[in-house]
């Protein structure tokens, strides 16, 4: 099992920027891909960002490409989403996510952590 906790949501200003982070714990080694989706209130939960451990490969939704940057410290077990130039429409749950399969399914991903707010505001 892993444990994921996310931290660095807030509320910020359109145009602003907010640095999330989820430090992940247990049997991380399990993982192979690290994975950011969001929430707003009633849509589906949405891929944002996900970036594999080693390598560091990376995998952007559309809607957040050139905007968001995904990053990792190994040996931390910590995993970063750097969001800039943030819209109302960027308003959500953030959560992290780990699994051995990654990608942009939610169905990539077997462990999860509790979110953390972003909201933006115009």
């Known amino acids: 099992q892993v444990q994921l906790v996310e931290s660095g949501g807030g509320l910020v200003q359109g145009g602003g920027s907010l640095r999330l982070s989820c430090a992940a714990s247990?049997?991380?080694?399990?993982?192979?891909?690290m994975g950011w989706f969001r929430q707003a209130p009633g849509k589906e939960r949405e891929f944002v960002a996900a970036?594999?451990?080693?390598?560091?490969?990376?995998l952007y939704a559309d809607s957040v490409k050139g905007r968001f940057t995904i990053s990792r410290d190994n040996n931390k077990n910590t995993v970063f989403l750097q969001m800039n130039s943030l819209k109302p429409e960027d308003t959500a749950v953030y959560y992290c996510?780990?699994?051995?399969?990654?990608?942009?399914?939610?169905?990539?991903?077997?462990?999860w952590g509790l979110g953390t707010q972003v909201t933006v505001s115009s």
């Open positions: 996510a780990a699994g051995s399969a990654g990608g942009t399914s939610v169905y990539g991903y077997r462990n």
């Open positions: 247990g049997r991380t080694f399990s993982s192979n891909a």
């Open positions: 970036i594999t451990w080693r390598g560091g490969r990376t």
